[in-house]
């Protein structure tokens, strides 16, 4: 991958992952969260479109709630 793909791609990462930060504990609601994402430049790169959209919230949410029950916090 050239060093300006890349770039991008990490970028694009790193700005969905703080949109799901705040997804997951509850700052902002799915409807915001996938608005704010399906606004983002350069989703192709991460595989995320109006398709799968529902589902990469739904996953990240279901993760992170395992990951408390895994460390014995509550929801």
């Known amino acids: 991958m050239s060093k300006v793909k890349q770039y991008y791609t ?19 609601s799915f409807n915001d969260a996938k608005s704010k994402i399906m606004k983002l430049d350069n989703l192709n790169l991460v595989n995320i479109d109006e398709d799968n959209i529902d589902e990469v919230l739904i996953l990240e949410k279901e993760d992170y709630y395992k990951k408390l029950n895994k460390e014995g916090k509550s929801q």
């Not at 990490?10 to 902002?28: A, F, R, S």
């Open 10 to 28: 990490d970028e694009t990462e790193k700005n969905v992952d703080n949109v799901l930060k705040k997804y997951v504990v509850n700052e902002i």
